[in-house]
């Protein structure tokens, strides 16, 4: 754990409004970002931000620094998304499903991302499904190693590897279908 | 060239700068990691992308130090945070409460109900509070950020809605999503003590109970000790409702959500502002899962043309109210067609409001109004 952040969380435990401030400014966008990525609605987003941040004032006591603070802050904030989403009985993958899937050997698309622009990238992640986009923003948009992944999804290690090549996969394909890469 | 050295695993090839030396001659040495190493730069080059791309709000934690303070000095939580949550009570009701009693009622829009020869500007209904009003109808179109609805009596109100503007929506949900520590606002029939739900609300469980006063039959609070059939509702007093529920009752799930979600066609109430040109500023819009609320008559619906003695808005006369000639009894008066109103009754008449509570009743603001209306309806 960063000694700065869990300096900021200690000190919001003991009621430091700056200390939490200080952390939104720090990790505010990554946790919102991650959001967006899978809610895809800014405006609940920022609402389940705010959730979040309230969420980590109450219970800055009982963090226990075995996670990065990030990683507490992304799993506040997933498990607020998640109490939406199950209640509103969207369309998911099933996780089970997927980490059950076998890592599919990299094809000519995949490595073919190689040579992409990041801007086509970005273009097609949003049609990816929740859990692929999900993955992809915690390893590569705010930055979580894997087991720091794991941990905030919930999963074994092994999981969120082949999530990763699926979702690669399922990216290369997409960026095939659309042009971006041959 | 290649290399006989075990390949890069999956969180050398993903990390962004990999520090080790032998990974770093390894890449060098070996095209299927450099090839795989790039593919992976190139998704994280695109996540990153997008995810600096995504700025916080400029309000910062505004609404979080609102919450906070709120909390601390033991009051109903402001907007944002606690609109949607007293708020949402209400779009149980109204997804729950007002459609049991408007599913069958009522013209539909731009059918009879309004008199010939009165142009009515808009169903808003003064609720008691200062600046704020009530409409209810259905949804017919959405005009970026406006909401037009069509009004019971044939008239139209424009909603009009913005970034603070909190949208609620309905769900249909089931027994099994009742659980501990859930919010919850129950209607039913209390029997020695339990209440028999027929209808339950599921709120946001991030966020409080609204304080709704307790009535018989109507708890409202946090679920505590569900199991099969049954639970208790720990109100905010501390009380412990015992709740039984069956395969006929009814659970209403409400969620935050975006104006892109309302559906038209769907009954719709808001609660706000009134504006000129029989047009209502929003402070909340609810939508239930099984909506027409057109039975629900609203108290003092306010017809154009007609001052007021005191003008809420410079230069727009006040609407006068009109009665509501059949008020509601107790559930079989929500499914009768609102009367038609002859115009020589519409500036004496006093109706009563629905369900006999005041709209004002559990406090001014704008959630606490539609819940105030909802619970009236219910009742």
Known sequence: VDADDAELVRKIAAGDHGALEALYRRHGQAVLAQLVLVIGDRTLSEEILQDTMLAAWKGAAGFRGEATVRSWLIAIARRKARDRRRRRRLRSVDEACLAESPAPEPGPEQLALGRSEAAAVAAVVGGLSDTHREVLGLVFGAGMTLPEAAKVLQVPLGTVKSRLYAARAALAQAMSQKGYVR | ?379
Not at chain 2, 24 to 46: K, Y
Not at chain 2, 124 to 150: E, F, Y
Request: proline residues 10%; contains cysteine.
């Open chain 2, 1 to 379: 060239m290649t290399t006989t050295a075990p390949h890069l695993t999956l969180e050398e090839l993903t990390s962004a700068t990999p520090t080790a030396a032998e990974s770093i001659e390894h890449l060098a040495a070996c095209p299927e990691c450099a090839a795989e190493a790039a593919s992976w730069a190139a998704v994280a080059a695109g996540m990153q992308l997008i995810a600096s791309g995504t700025r916080p709000p400029s309000a910062g934690l505004d609404d979080v130090w609102r919450a906070i303070e709120t909390d601390r000095r033991g009051m109903r939580r402001p907007p944002v945070l606690a609109a949607s949550a007293a708020a949402a009570a209400v779009v149980l009701a109204a997804g729950g409460y007002g459609l049991t009693a408007g599913l069958s009622a009522g013209p539909r829009p731009g059918g009879q109900g309004t008199p010939a020869g009165t142009q009515v500007a808009a169903d808003l209904t003064a609720t008691g509070c200062s600046g704020l009003d009530i409409t209810k109808g259905v949804l017919t179109q959405v005009r970026g950020q406006d909401l037009v609805l069509a009004a019971p009596g044939g008239g139209a109100v424009t909603v009009t809605t913005s970034a603070s503007t909190t949208i609620l929506l309905g769900i249909t949900g089931s027994r099994g999503d009742i659980a501990d520590g859930e919010h919850v606002l129950v209607a039913g029939r209390v029997r020695g003590g339990t209440v028999a739900a027929r209808i339950i609300g599921i709120t946001p469980s991030s966020l409080p109970a609204p304080s709704a006063p307790a009535k018989p039959g109507a708890p409202v609070g946090t679920v505590a000790d569900a199991a099969s059939g049954r639970f208790d509702v720990v109100t905010a007093s501390g009380t412990r409702v015992p709740v039984t529920t069956s395969p006929a009752t009814r659970v209403t799930i409400t969620e935050r959500t975006s104006l892109s979600q309302l559906r038209t066609g769907d009954g719709t109430v808001a609660v706000g502002a009134a504006g000129p040109g029989g047009t209502l500023a929003a402070s909340t819009v609810a939508q239930g899962p099984v909506t027409p609320t057109w039975g629900l008559a609203l108290p003092s619906p306010k017809i154009s043309g007609v001052p007021q003695p005191k003008p809420k808005i410079s230069g727009v006369p006040r609407l006068a109210k009109r009665p509501r000639l059949n008020p509601p009894s107790r559930g079989a008066g929500f499914t009768s067609p609102p009367a038609k109103l002859p115009l020589s009754a519409l500036p004496h008449a006093k109706p009563k409001p629905p369900g006999g509570l005041k709209l004002n009743q559990l406090g001014c603001a704008p959630e606490s109004v539609l819940t105030s209306y909802l619970l009236g309806a219910a009742s």
